[in-house]
């Protein structure tokens, strides 16, 4: 089965139409940090995307090891590095299209992980870095290249002593000395 989770129910509900058919897959109201699923049910989770629209990198995290198997593995497509001119530019552009979010909070968080970034992450929730690879694609921002990377991470079956829950888990300081 195959469960795509997405937040915002306009979405779900169009997903859920163009799928009527699809016996093998299920839209479903939900967000990266409280996946409406049960524990060790997984065996792959894909974040595309998304990572670096969220605050708190560390409880999505520890909310992908809750649902995934004990041999579950993480796939994360997202930005490498995200300029702050294209950080402040994506972010105008969504309030410009819905005026009445104009005075929002910023829906990028990160400008991007690095490698180490994303080991430290995957260290402290209980995954090990299988792959980083760094990726450039076209598109987006005036035809400009745009660094992304592809990461998987696997479940450790043995977690890390003190990392049992988010408790203890201290706001992770980026190379730039920025607390998330």
């Not at 995307?49 to 796939?75: M, N, Q, W, Y």
């Not at 968080?109 to 209980?126: E, I, N, Q, V």
């Not at 450039?136 to 005036?142: D, N, Q, T």
């Amino acid at each position: 089965m195959v469960y795509g989770i997405e937040p915002r129910k306009y979405v779900v509900a169009e997903a859920l139409q163009q799928l009527h058919n699809a016996r093998n897959i299920r839209p479903m109201l939900g967000q990266a940090h409280h996946i409406p699923l049960p524990e060790d049910t997984v065996d792959f989770l894909v974040f595309k995307g998304i990572l670096h629209e969220v605050s708190d990198v560390p409880k999505v995290l520890l909310e992908a090891k809750r649902v995934c198997k004990s041999d579950g593995t993480v796939f994360i497509l997202d930005f490498a590095s995200f300029p702050l001119n294209w950080l402040r530019s994506s972010n105008l552009k969504a309030r410009l299209k819905n005026p009445a979010k104009i005075f929002s909070p910023s829906l990028d968080k990160h400008p991007g992980f690095s490698k180490a970034d994303l080991a430290d992450y995957f260290a402290r929730t209980g995954f090990s870095l299988e792959k980083y690879e760094n990726l450039e694609l076209e598109g987006g921002f005036a035809g400009k290249r745009i660094p992304m990377f592809l990461a998987e991470g696997r479940k450790l079956v043995r977690v890390p002593r003190g990392i049992s829950d988010m408790r203890g888990l201290r706001p992770f300081r980026s190379e730039s000395g920025s607390a998330d």
